[in-house]
């Protein structure tokens, strides 16, 4: 069983789109996270959830939205898609804030 | 605010050479201190961490990092290259002043030459 899962893996989509990406953890995990990896490689922390309540929010813009409908599941919803939103997604888990981190697979989200 | 960099976007080696990664932080409190390694088309997987305690700390796969606070660094090492280490490395940082939020350095190629 995968421990972080991310659905789908890839997503091509236009301009001005709305799309949302998946993420369940069966680690019975407290903590779960979105991170963007650019095409350089360089990882930014977007939203963490502790106990489904956000603790990190960064300076993303609010086309971005985070919804924990439980622990075990951290989904990602993006309004009005932009060529710059083209990344890979990662979720990933932790059972406390400064525990190891397990990550998904990633999404690799194209946007033409 | 916390910080990592890594020199070196690319390091070549040959196999069976030794491995040296290099990472230096900033951190205004006692720093978590992580390698983390993504095979291609792979999510990240734990190489090691550094919380409190020993300053050498092993880690999967034969490597190992040191802790130097003087240094602010925490490079990663190991003895012998094998093909299979070929990847992308990252280090990361994270402190209790920023609730723990783990900050990512920029990333290190290692291509291991034959």
């Known amino acids: 069983d995968t421990a972080v899962s991310q659905t789908p893996k890839y997503l091509v989509t236009q301009m001005g789109n709305d799309k949302s990406i998946k993420c369940e953890q069966n680690?019975?995990?407290?903590?779960m996270y979105w991170y963007k990896q650019d095409s350089k490689k360089f990882l930014k922390i977007m939203f963490s959830?502790?106990?489904?309540?956000?603790?990190i929010n960064e300076t993303v813009p609010n086309r971005f939205s985070p919804k924990s409908p439980d622990k075990a599941h951290l989904n990602l919803h993006i309004n009005s898609l932009e060529l710059g939103d083209s990344a890979v997604y990662f979720c990933?888990?932790?059972?406390?804030?400064?525990?190891?981190?397990?990550f998904g697979e990633g999404s690799r989200l194209t946007v033409l | 605010a916390q910080s990592v960099t890594q020199l070196g976007s690319h390091v070549s080696v040959s196999e069976g050479a030794l491995v040296l990664l290099r990472c230096n932080y900033s951190?205004?409190?006692?720093?978590?201190l992580f390698w983390y390694v993504q095979y291609p088309n792979q999510g990240l997987q734990l190489l090691l961490k550094?919380?409190?305690?020993?300053?050498l700390v092993k880690g999967i796969n034969g490597f190992e990092a040191e802790f130097k606070k003087s240094e602010t660094s925490f490079h990663l090492t190991k003895p012998s290259a094998h093909m299979s280490d070929a990847a992308e490395y990252f280090c990361?940082?994270?402190?209790?002043?920023?609730?723990?939020?783990?900050?990512f350095g920029s990333g290190t190629r290692l291509l291991v030459r034959p």
């Open positions: 990933a888990s932790s059972q406390d804030l400064n525990g190891e981190l397990f």
């Open positions: 680690l019975g995990h407290d903590t």
């Open positions: 959830y502790n106990n489904k309540e956000l603790i």
């Open positions: 951190s205004s409190v006692p720093p978590y």
């Open positions: 550094y919380t409190t305690g020993a300053t």
């Open positions: 990361a940082v994270s402190d209790v002043d920023s609730s723990y939020k783990l900050i």
